[in-house]
């Protein structure tokens, strides 16, 4: 399991904390993230109703969360089923500081 954030992470860490905050951060990806945690495995076509944009649109968007190394896909025929990659909730966790930390670090 990946440990929450601390304010004294290495730069690389911050990095990647930053990093996967900024791509969450849109709706549309949010949105999308959500529908894989609660329902696993969807074909895009399922998804475009979640998405609530062009289906060009999307496929950008369902792009940045796969480069992101948040969610998998593969090829059935025509479609694309996406799904939650492995440990992308825990690596979302540890992007965000526990109130603890906020707390401790606080003036």
């Known amino acids: 399991m990946v440990e929450s954030m601390t304010l ?11 990093s996967t905050l ?3 951060a849109d709706p549309v990806r949010w ?3 959500a529908e894989l945690a609660r329902s696993g495995t ?10 609530q944009v062009a289906p060009n649109v999307l496929s950008y968007h369902l792009k940045v969360l796969r480069d992101a190394g948040l969610v998998t896909s593969a090829k059935r025929g025509r ?4 799904t ?4 992308a909730a825990d690596r979302l966790r ?10 401790a670090n606080s003036p």
Not at 8 to 18: D, F, H, I, M, T
Not at 79 to 82: M, P
Not at 94 to 103: R, S
């Open 79 to 82: 479609w694309v089923d996406y």
């Open 31 to 33: 949105r999308l993230l």
């Open 22 to 24: 900024a791509v969450v």
């Open 84 to 87: 939650l990659a492995s440990g």
């Open 8 to 18: 004294e992470q290495s730069p690389p860490a911050q990095e990647l904390a930053v």
């Open 94 to 103: 540890a992007a965000l500081p526990t109130a603890d930390v906020l707390v």
């Open 42 to 51: 969807r074909c895009v076509c399922d998804l475009q109703p979640v998405g």
